[in-house]
């Protein structure tokens, strides 16, 4: 939901930004989606970059136990 929202922002941004640019609407969409496109991908790695951390500290616990 955060990463949902942070996008909603940034789309949003994008829109008012390029109403008072006067940009054609084929532009507005591009750069739309290429600020989702970073947004999703972004993250993807914080995700998996996080998945990673949490996977490594709960091998190296189970690792311990015996």
């Known amino acids: ?3 949902g929202v942070l996008i909603g922002i940034l789309a949003a ?6 109403m008072m640019m006067d940009v054609d609407l ?4 591009t750069e739309m989606g290429i600020g989702v496109g ?10 998996a970059i996080g998945a990673g951390v949490v996977s490594a500290i709960d091998y190296t616990r189970k690792r311990k136990a015996y």
């Not at 941004?13 to 390029?18: D, L, N, P, R, T």
């Not at 084929?26 to 969409?29: E, F, I, N, P, T």
């Not at 970073?38 to 995700?47: H, K, N």
């Open 13 to 18: 941004g994008v829109f008012g930004a390029s």
């Open 26 to 29: 084929m532009a507005m969409y």
């Open 1 to 3: 939901m955060f990463w």
């Open 38 to 47: 970073i947004g999703v991908g972004t993250a993807t790695v914080i995700f």
